[in-house]
């Protein structure tokens, strides 16, 4: 083909390519004109509002200075993270309706405000984590402070993950605190810092109330996540969250079993109770290898899933709105 044909040829190809984006264009632009435009904003838009701060907050018997402007943007940010990290709260919300009835029950035997399930919750996501700083269990607590607070650990049993036993725990430390501090909210930050840690600002800033110190960056944000956990997990219908009662993690009913001797095998264990090794550790995670020596003779009490612990299914209901605080 002549140079003046190959020119010819390629004007033709893109005078046809030009046509096309022409017609594409016309045809895009029609189909939005059919729709009505508030139909084609509606489709469009992504809305992203703030988020409702009340007009009064208490936090374990005790009044938030929402008046004081860093109190309440503190607050603010907060809420706004929790309430757009969507998946994560719903997550909570739902892991909370298995375990807060059995941490608000120890809560309430040690005369702990009940505000103070909230703190397993920021610590850990109701989850037994490992921190990098080596914190441990739904409570993260720290070797040494869980082994001075009464808690075992060795490297067959570890009580941090135990959820009731470390909620015991949890339950002793945040009372010295209080007596220490007269404030439940001092109690928590302490909780969060260490009482060496918060100690140390109280002397240097020579202020005892939480509002009024300036703290490192996650104790200072700590108290405020707490309330703004409660104000979603209270009312998640307000914040945006809807489910039904049967998305919601139930509590799995089991029964005890005493064992005061060494058991060689759990794997040979569990299966004299109708289940496996996985599911034994599911319900006692705080039984850290396969085996257990039990040289002192101690007690220990395993939770063992009742018959059908699989087969929960919950009745539908109606998507709840504003009504979905677990019970």
Same mark, same amino acid.
């Given at each position: 083909?002549?140079?003046?044909?190959?020119?010819?040829?390629?004007? %033709?190809?893109?005078?046809?390519?030009?046509?096309?984006?022409?017609?594409?264009?016309?045809?895009?632009?029609?189909?939005?004109?059919?729709?009505?435009?508030?139909?084609?904003?509606?489709?469009?838009?992504?809305?992203?509002?703030?988020?409702?701060?009340?007009?009064?907050?208490?936090?374990?018997?005790?009044?938030?200075?929402?008046?004081?402007?860093?109190?309440?943007?503190?607050?603010?940010?907060?809420?706004?993270?929790?309430?757009?990290?969507?998946?994560?709260?719903?997550?909570?919300?739902?892991?909370?309706?298995?375990?807060?009835?059995?941490?608000?029950?120890?809560?309430?035997?040690?005369?702990?405000?009940?505000?103070?399930?909230?703190?397993?919750?920021?610590? %850990?996501?109701?989850?037994?984590?490992?921190?990098?700083?080596? +914190?441990?269990?739904?409570?993260?607590?720290?070797?040494?402070?869980?082994?001075?607070?009464?808690?075992?650990?060795?490297?067959?049993?570890?009580?941090?993950?135990?959820?009731?036993?470390?909620?015991?725990?949890?339950?002793?430390?945040?009372?010295?605190?209080?007596?220490?501090?007269?404030?439940?909210?001092?109690?928590? +930050?302490?909780y969060n810092m260490g009482r060496r840690g918060?100690?140390?600002?109280?002397?240097?800033?020579?202020?005892?109330?939480?509002?009024?110190?300036?703290?490192?960056?996650?104790?200072?944000?700590?108290?405020?996540?707490?309330?703004?956990?409660?104000?979603?997990?209270?009312?998640?219908?307000?914040?945006?969250?809807?489910?039904?009662?049967?998305?919601?993690?139930?509590?799995?009913?089991?029964?005890?079993?005493?064992?005061?001797?060494?058991?060689?095998?759990?794997?040979?264990?569990?299966?004299?109770?109708?289940?496996?090794?996985?599911?034994?550790?599911?319900f006692n995670p705080w039984l850290r290898d396969?085996?257990?020596?039990? +040289?002192?003779?101690?007690?220990?009490?395993?939770?063992?899933?009742?018959?059908?612990?699989?087969?929960?299914?919950?009745?539908?209901?109606?998507?709840?709105?504003?009504?979905?605080?677990?019970?």
């Amino acid at each position: 083909m002549s140079r003046s044909g190959k020119e010819r040829t390629i004007l %033709s190809l893109i005078g046809l390519f030009s046509l096309a984006a022409f017609l594409a264009i016309f045809f895009i632009r029609a189909a939005k004109d059919s729709r009505g435009p508030e139909e084609s904003f509606e489709k469009s838009k992504y809305v992203v509002t703030s988020v409702a701060i009340p007009d009064e907050l208490v936090f374990a018997g005790e009044l938030t200075p929402l008046e004081n402007f860093d109190v309440m943007e503190s607050l603010d940010r907060e809420l706004l993270i929790n309430t757009y990290w969507q998946s994560h709260t719903l997550l909570l919300i739902k892991r909370a309706n298995r375990y807060f009835p059995v941490i608000e029950r120890i809560l309430e035997e040690n005369g702990i405000p009940e505000d103070f399930k909230y703190l397993p919750v920021a610590e %850990s996501d109701l989850m037994n984590l490992v921190s990098p700083a080596r +914190a441990v269990g739904f409570w993260q607590f720290k070797k040494a402070t869980a082994v001075e607070i009464g808690l075992e650990v060795n490297d067959e049993i570890d009580e941090r993950y135990h959820l009731e036993k470390s909620t015991e725990a949890a339950c002793k430390f945040l009372k010295r605190s209080y007596e220490l501090y007269g404030s439940w909210i001092m109690a928590a +930050a302490s909780y969060n810092m260490g009482r060496r840690g918060l100690n140390r600002q109280i002397e240097r800033q020579d202020e005892r109330n939480y509002y009024d110190l300036l703290l490192n960056e996650e104790t200072g944000r700590y108290i405020y996540r707490l309330l703004a956990l409660k104000l979603i997990m209270e009312d998640p219908g307000e914040y945006g969250f809807e489910f039904d009662k049967n998305e919601l993690y139930p509590p799995i009913p089991t029964y005890e079993v005493t064992v005061d001797t060494p058991v060689e095998d759990f794997a040979d264990f569990a299966r004299r109770y109708s289940i496996n090794y996985k599911i034994l550790k599911l319900f006692n995670p705080w039984l850290r290898d396969n085996k257990l020596t039990n +040289a002192k003779g101690n007690t220990y009490y395993l939770s063992i899933p009742k018959k059908g612990y699989r087969d929960f299914v919950l009745e539908a209901e109606e998507p709840q709105s504003g009504d979905g605080t677990p019970e």
